[in-house]
């Protein structure tokens, strides 16, 4: 009987149409109902879950590729900054090539004026070395022979020399300007061979940051296309998440109303209190879920007291005569409302509540009390009543504190 009591108030979500609306205002919830709205509620919960650990993944994937999204972008960044100045060593290198082949150009042109300037030079001394072979003007016989004094021979033959020391030097100049010139040349050459290999080397890095950028590119973009479908993900999920979540709170009200419904049929199968209190195994239980719930760390004299409450409400002609009348009462105890008994009744009371339960329906109370507050609730709600200049809780009351509990009647 105590298992099939407690599927009656297992609590949860439940996929179904709500009890009190199939029966109507005084409906009477079945057996089946219950067990139905037990496995459906399990299936709810399982379905809610699933869909937080799924929204949970997807939104690990997406900051897991925004992290990647975010390393490509600044690799593009860097690649496009090696890009600039690779492109600004090209430039200065160009510079340096025309100012180079300048040079070149104006070496060149040195060059043909020296050589024109040498093959000048060779020319007359050839004429002039031809001149004096023709007319003898080598021979000194001759020019000793054909001068009228010792005084013009000897100056005849220094002129020659003269002439001959001025060809000789001129050619060894032209020579070695000529020489200085072409081993000038050589350098530069040289020089602008080394400039257009290093401006093919730049090119050459230019065009594989080139690639690296498109492919870096590409990559980016598939990144930033799965985070879009990440984001899509997430926001579906959040939207079944929302929907499902204002069904939760929809049946729970239902499943209340379904509770309530079967307590009013609970407390209608018992008959009026009458000195004594005979009960079964399903209301010990339901009385030893409600202490669980509001006093189970209250030590055994404060779970005996929210026992002695519900039977001295029992007893009352003020209250339900009945255990589940009491505890199912309309806003009399909040773990009621909360669905906190249902979940106790459906792991089964602890076995120190149960007996608190039993001692209390077989007469061995504590208080006479029919209320019970916390004793800071109790003392706050003196406070704010006093302080609005009426008569205090405390002073309109009479009561005696149990542990955390205030339990009480009015005077």
């Known amino acids: 009987m105590g298992e099939c009591f407690r599927k009656r108030f297992i609590s949860g979500l439940a996929l179904v149409v709500a009890v ?20 459906e509620s399990k299936n709810a919960t399982q379905k809610v879950d699933d869909i937080k650990n799924k929204k949970q993944e997807a939104q690990d994937s997406k900051n897991q590729l925004q992290g990647q999204a975010d390393s490509l972008a600044g690799q593009i960044s860097n690649l496009n900054n090696q890009i600039s100045a690779v492109t600004g060593e090209i430039s200065e290198t160009e510079e340096n090539i025309a100012l180079v082949e300048a040079d070149l150009e104006t070496l060149n042109d040195e060059l043909d004026k020296i050589q024109k300037s040498l093959d000048v030079q060779k020319k007359a001394m050839k004429l002039r070395i031809k001149y004096m072979y023709e007319n003898k003007t080598t021979n000194t016989l001759v020019n000793y022979m054909e001068c009228g004094s010792m005084a013009e021979f000897l100056q005849r033959i220094e002129y020659m020399a003269q002439i001959t020391s001025y060809n000789q030097k001129a050619i060894e100049k032209f020579e070695a300007t000529q020489s200085a010139l072409e081993e000038k040349k050589a350098e530069v050459e040289e020089k602008n061979k080394q400039l257009s290999a290093y401006q093919s080397d730049l090119q050459s890095k230019r065009s594989q940051l080139g690639s690296l950028v498109g492919s870096t590119t590409s990559a980016l973009n598939t990144t930033n296309g799965q985070i879009a479908d990440a984001q899509a993900a997430i926001e579906e999920l959040e939207r079944q998440q929302k929907e499902a979540e204002e069904y939760e709170k929809k049946i729970q009200k239902q499943y209340l109303d379904a509770q309530l419904a079967l307590a009013q049929k609970l407390a209608g199968e018992h008959g009026s209190y009458s000195g004594g209190y005979s009960t079964d195994d399903e209301e010990t239980l339901l009385l030893a879920a409600l202490i669980q719930a509001e006093a189970d760390n209250q030590g055994e004299a404060g779970r005996l007291a929210v026992g002695s409450v519900v039977m001295n409400r029992v007893a009352s002609p003020k209250f339900p005569n009945t255990i589940a009348g009491v505890i199912y009462s ?82």
């Open 20 to 39: 009190c609306l199939c029966f109507g205002s005084s409906a009477q919830a079945s057996q089946s109902e219950v067990d139905r709205l037990k496995e």
């Open 330 to 411: 309309p806003g009399q105890f909040a773990p009621v409302t909360s669905g906190r008994v249902a979940m106790i009744l459906a792991n089964g009371p602890n076995s120190g509540c149960q007996y608190a339960a039993s001692q209390a329906i077989s007469g061995n109370t504590n208080t006479d009390a029919l209320f019970f507050f916390t004793t800071s609730y109790a003392q706050n709600l003196h406070d704010r009543q006093v302080a609005e200049g009426k008569e205090g809780f405390l002073d309109r009351t009479e009561g005696v504190t149990i542990n955390a509990h205030y339990f009480y009647n009015y005077k």
